[in-house]
């Protein structure tokens, strides 16, 4: 299990979501006295804790019941549940539950065989292409590699050129361009370079810092002549600031 400080993730990670939502014992309770257990806060909104029921639970109307089942299947270290969890993730719209569900997904990834299953959900083409974006990211917060994610993503963006998958994926470029090998980061720098001319002004901006995120020092030229032909105000300050950070950096 991931640990903190001698503490599990998912405690560290959920104590100030559980008070955040109110997830705490009743007035009866002292006002710094414990929070409810996950099992007991599900049981109290009606939530049997057999597995079955949690993961019906993560598709539940009530954002607290989901992230509580999310939260659950973690602390029963079922990894095998994982891509479920993953899947609900990219669906939900609530942050408090978000946050709930991240932690659940964070605290599996302490576990070997939940990494592994999620490095390797990238190299399954039935997944929807938000999935393995969250993937992405999630595995970037957990320092792991999502090398095996650059493939998918990457023919991805050669068959979608319209401005939402841009948008969408962009940042998964930058998020895993350390961990591919030299072939795919320049492929993927000569991506975000060239969405710097892109029609849409958020992609123009969103490409700049992705540029910098990946400290692409050789992108100056790519900026200076982005700036000397962008017309939008705040696009241009954006990449003169982006291009200050790379000048500093070389």
């Known amino acids: 299990m991931r640990m903190i400080g001698g503490w599990p993730l998912v405690m560290v990670l959920t104590t100030f979501l559980l008070a955040k939502i109110g997830i ?10 414990p929070l409810t257990p996950f099992a007991d806060s599900l049981r109290s909104r009606g939530i049997e804790i057999s597995k079955p029921s949690l993961i019906s639970a993560l598709r539940n109307p009530d954002p607290e019941i989901r992230s509580l089942a999310a939260l659950k299947l973690a602390e029963d270290h079922d990894s095998d549940t994982l891509p479920l969890i993953v899947r609900a993730l990219s669906v939900e719209e609530v942050q408090t539950a978000r946050t709930g569900i991240s932690s659940a ?3 599996l990834l ?26 992405v990211h999630t595995l970037n917060v ?28 962009l940042r998964a470029l930058s998020a895993m361009y350390r961990w591919v090998p030299q072939d795919q980061a320049g ?35 790519a900026h200076r002549s982005a700036i000397s032909r962008e017309n939008d105000p705040v696009v241009r300050s954006s990449l003169q600031r982006d291009l200050s950070v790379l000048q500093k950096e070389q």
């Open 24 to 33: 705490a014992q009743g007035a009866s309770d002292s006002q710094n006295g």
């Open 105 to 107: 997904l964070w605290s």
């Open 110 to 135: 302490g576990n070997p065989k939940g990494l592994a299953y999620l490095q390797r959900m990238c190299s399954d083409s039935s997944l929807p292409i938000n999935v393995i974006v969250d993937v």
């Open 142 to 169: 957990v320092n792991k590699s999502s090398a095996q994610c650059a493939g998918f993503i990457l023919g991805y963006l050669d068959s979608h050129d319209d401005s939402e998958s841009r948008l969408s994926l």
């Open 187 to 221: 492929r993927m720098a000569e991506m975000l370079q060239d969405m710097l001319g892109d029609k849409n002004p958020s992609i123009r901006m969103d490409a700049g810092h992705a540029l910098v995120e990946i400290s692409l020092g050789s992108s100056t030229e």
